[in-house]
């Protein structure tokens, strides 16, 4: 611990204290005109909407109050209902999804066949009547090879 080398200069750094309190918040100076006229134009509009925002809110409560004794009574006959109606949705669904994916896989196999029927680029057929013609000669130098009798030997290929 002897070796660390010690400073040659200490800093000092000053202090502030926080004595502004709300007054650093607020700005120095008042809001403008324009700014004061839009406060008053718009607090009425705000206002109104709040006022139609919380009279639909009760309307929708008064509504689910006066309605719910009908979804109990009712209920037998609606959540079957709901059933058939969410299984006739999801048959549908499930059998456009079926139907989709078959004309895709009979679009994808007929693409397919007409792939393998198309005629073959020049140069692949060019190497598949090189390797016809190699094939058949090496095929009849072997059959040469076998009527001689001789053991079989490297064709030179």
């Known amino acids: 611990?002897?070796?660390?080398?010690?400073?040659?200069?200490?800093?000092?750094?000053?202090?502030?204290?926080?004595?502004a309190g709300i007054k650093t918040l607020l700005?120095?100076?008042?809001?403008?005109t324009s700014q004061i006229l839009a406060v008053i134009a718009l607090l009425p509009l705000t206002g109104f909407l709040l006022l139609v925002a919380g009279l639909a809110f009760a309307g929708s409560a008064l509504g689910l109050a006066m309605i719910t004794p009908l979804f109990v009574i009712f209920s037998p006959v609606l959540v079957p209902a709901a059933i058939a109606i969410a299984l006739a949705v999801v048959s549908f669904v499930t059998s456009g999804a079926f139907g989709v994916t078959?004309?895709?896989?009979?679009?994808?196999?007929?693409?397919s066949l007409r792939e393998a029927a198309a005629p073959l680029p020049g140069y692949l057929q060019s190497a598949m009547d090189?390797?016809?013609?190699k094939t058949k000669d090496l095929g009849q130098g072997i059959q040469m090879q076998a009527h001689e009798g001789g053991p079989i030997r490297k064709l030179g290929f």
């Open 102 to 111: 078959g004309v895709s896989s009979l679009s994808f196999s007929v693409n």
């Open 27 to 32: 700005p120095q100076k008042g809001p403008s």
């Open 1 to 19: 611990m002897a070796d660390r080398p010690q400073p040659h200069q200490v800093q000092v750094h000053p202090q502030h204290r926080y004595d």
């Open 130 to 133: 090189k390797l016809g013609k």
